[in-house]
């Protein structure tokens, strides 16, 4: 549920490059030859000056970014999801504890889920007491500040920037504990860059887009695995993919997928015209362990007397077993064996064998389309970020947000991990936002409900 996702990006691919790939490259730059030596111990290429000259402090021309710690405090749905979560805690500790002083218990079971619940919310409850203990605080300051004595009125300024911070942490913290998680965020990723439009322009593009996803997995401390790296007559990349593990590893990169547009004049060009070309960046989450969990009461157990050659065995005994895995209709059989339990143990077997085989397809299939999504028809227009080399300026155009310095961001450090951690913030209150907006809705239509429901 990303801003990301709401880009104009079609679904159809029409277009792939040919060519000989090689899984070790003819070449290496100097960066990836010294990454490559020293391995993720030295992470960081040479220092150079990040600086251009007679732009001090020119590092952003216009930003609509997130929105700040207070205005999203400031909505009521927020506080009284908050109330409502601290209120739940309390009630469940005067259950638990109720459960445990008298003899009529909830069961072993319902214990069980109490204790966890109020798992869940003890870390948010506890920085919710934190948070309300020190705005007491601020409050007390800020009635010292109104003091006529001057030393008490000096302790409690130093005091009041303090007990700020103190606050905005812990608020930021609380909104941290509430983003709803997605499954695959802890999960490593399998990074893909494809050129597009522009010929041998966007190829060479390309190649340093590569290197600096590759530097910027060495600044974050990632480990980075070439698979695949089709080159160009030039020098150029067609297509390469990578296997990129770490922590955040998927979280932060996933915000890269998309077309990438490049203006600048390109090194063959003689007469000094600016082209436009495209390069397409697919992140795909790579699949974990697939868990199978198959429940009784989702299986139908029939058994049957066997057929065929056997002995005497056959059609005197119901030693054959038939399994129906209901929500999916897949039918696994076996009478090999002269024991019906074998016959069972067996067929479970190969019951799971097919739902697993379906699910890896279902996660194969997941992937596949996520990678239609995330490049598009690599088309101009479907631009997600456009690098203009000309200004020396990279715009995210999901945010609205642009940097100068294009060299240093090219680099895969500090500019570009302060975009991508740009683009992580208004993610994750964007999905905050729809979280407490489904449960407000939630809760109103539940009133409505309860209101029909009542005897008139």
């Not at 003890?122 to 010292?144: S, W, Y």
């Not at 090999?336 to 996660?363: F, G, H, I, V």
């Not at 975009?419 to 407490?436: Q, T």
Request: glycine share 6%; charged share 30%; proline share 3%.
């Amino acid at each position: 549920m990303f801003l990301a996702g709401r880009t104009a990006l079609r679904i159809s691919c029409k277009h792939s490059h040919a060519g000989s790939c090689l899984e070790n490259l003819p070449f290496w730059c100097v960066r990836r030859s010294l990454l490559r030596k020293t391995g993720p111990g030295l992470s960081h290429p040479p220092l150079v000056d990040r600086h251009r000259p007679n732009v001090a402090g020119k590092s952003r021309a216009f930003s609509v970014g997130a929105p700040t710690t207070e205005e999203v405090f400031g909505r009521n749905s927020l506080r009284g999801y908050l109330s409502q979560l601290e209120r739940e805690y309390f009630e469940l500790l005067a259950r638990l504890s109720l459960c445990q002083d008298s003899l009529e218990t909830e069961g072993k079971e319902g214990s069980r889920a109490l204790q966890k619940r109020v798992s869940e919310l003890a870390p948010v409850v506890t920085e919710l007491l934190q948070l309300r203990n020190k705005e007491q605080e601020l409050q007390d300051i800020q009635t010292l500040l109104k003091d006529d004595d001057a030393d008490l009125k000096r302790l409690a300024e130093s005091e009041e920037s303090s007990c700020q911070a103190t606050i905005q942490a812990l608020k930021a913290k609380i909104l941290s504990l509430l983003i709803p998680s997605e499954e695959v965020n802890n999960n490593d990723l399998i990074l893909e860059i494809t050129a597009g439009v522009g010929g041998q322009e966007s190829m060479l593009f390309t190649a340093e887009m590569f290197e600096m996803y590759q530097s910027y997995a060495a600044f974050k401390d990632w480990h980075f695995e070439v698979l695949e790296y089709c080159h160009s007559e030039l020098g150029g990349l067609r297509h390469a993919a990578a296997s990129v593990s770490g922590q955040g590893s998927y979280r932060h990169m996933k915000y890269e997928g998309g077309v990438h547009r490049v203006q600048r004049v390109p090194r063959t060009e003689k007469q000094g015209r600016t082209h436009t070309s495209t390069m397409t960046v697919a992140v795909l989450p790579q699949p974990t362990e697939i868990e199978l969990m198959i429940s009784p009461k989702d299986l139908r157990i029939e058994t049957k007397r066997a057929s065929g050659a056997g002995g005497q065995h056959v059609n005197t005994t119901d030693s054959a077993v038939r399994i129906l895995h209901i929500p999916t209709g897949v039918v696994a059989e076996c009478q090999q064996e002269r024991s019906q339990l074998k016959n069972r143990e067996r067929a479970m077997q190969r019951l799971r064998a097919k739902l697993y085989s379906m699910k890896l397809e279902e996660e194969i299939s997941r992937r596949q389309q996520a990678r239609r999504i995330q490049i598009g028809t690599r088309g101009r227009s479907e631009k997600i970020r456009t690098y203009n080399f000309p200004q020396d300026r990279v715009t995210d155009h999901r945010i609205g947000k642009s940097l100068y310095n294009l060299k240093d961001f090219m680099l895969g450090e500090e500019l570009l991990d302060e975009m991508v951690e740009e683009l992580k913030s208004l993610a994750d209150s964007e999905c905050l936002f729809e979280f407490l907006e489904n449960m407000q809705r939630r809760q109103n239509e539940q009133g409505i409900n309860d209101n029909l429901s009542k005897p008139q």
